[in-house]
């Protein structure tokens, strides 16, 4: 075939696919803890700064998908 | 990323693509995702090609989980529990992932190296296939595929 392959596996390979996993990984385990610190009580506010973020920047990610989800959210102090 | 002239059949892949990143609970549609959806439609040479490479719906998916398995233990990383990632989905739907322009773009150059005409989902396994960028080339690998002789196969198709 014309073009050239590169090897799918192995050496750099093997590191590269596994940064890709391991973003994948982190935001599931983001979704996944996001909504269970919620789920018992937790603030935006707190939520955002365990995760070293603005709170504008966890809701904005999270905010329609615990609704969807029924969670009931804290709105003052939050 | 569709265009208009794209035909019905095409477009039914793309969309159910879209639903495969989804249910994969990925943020971009990608080829794996397209792979997915051609492989859904048994009605197609596409799908067809797949499965005769043992390439089901349901083989892909193992595959797709095989190759992250091996990739998180590249860093190190065990697998982890699936009910710790547990979630709602997001809500947002899935963008176009680089992959999958890169899949169509190579899909178009066998019709300009042999002006064959093939159906369009044809054209796009082939392209699948035949693009480096992503995660396809990796899982055909790790699954045992010769991507060479699936992409022959699915030209002579």
């Known amino acids: ?78 | 990323m569709v265009d208009e002239k794209m035909n019905r059949s095409l477009q039914a892949v793309l969309s159910r693509a879209i639903d495969e990143a989804s249910a994969r609970r990925s943020t971009t549609v990608e080829a794996e995702h397209l792979l997915l959806a051609l492989a859904t439609d048994e009605g197609l040479i596409a799908a067809k090609v797949l499965a005769d490479a043992g390439l089901t719906h349901d083989a892909i998916e193992a595959a797709l989980d095989q190759e992250r398995a091996e990739s998180l233990a590249a860093a190190g990383i065990g697998p982890v529990d699936e009910s710790r990632l547990a979630a709602t989905p997001r809500q947002v739907r899935p963008g176009w992932g680089p992959s999958v322009k890169e899949a169509i773009l190579c899909g178009k150059k066998p019709v300009i190296s042999d002006g064959r005409h093939r159906p369009s989902e044809t054209e796009l396994l082939i392209g699948i296939l035949q693009a480096n960028l992503g995660t396809v080339p990796r899982m055909l690998a790790i699954a045992g595929i010769d991507r060479g002789d699936l992409i022959e196969r699915a030209r002579q198709a």
């Open chain 1, 1 to 78: 075939m014309a073009q050239k392959m590169i090897p799918p596996t192995g050496g750099p390979a093997d590191e590269l696919a596994a940064v890709v996993a391991l973003r994948e990984l982190a935001d599931r385990l983001e979704d996944a803890a996001v909504e269970k610190a919620m789920r018992q009580g937790w603030s935006w506010s707190q939520v955002a700064e365990g995760l070293g973020v603005t709170r504008q920047a966890v809701h904005k990610k999270h905010l329609h998908r615990l609704i969807a989800a029924g969670v009931e959210l804290r709105r003052r102090n939050g």
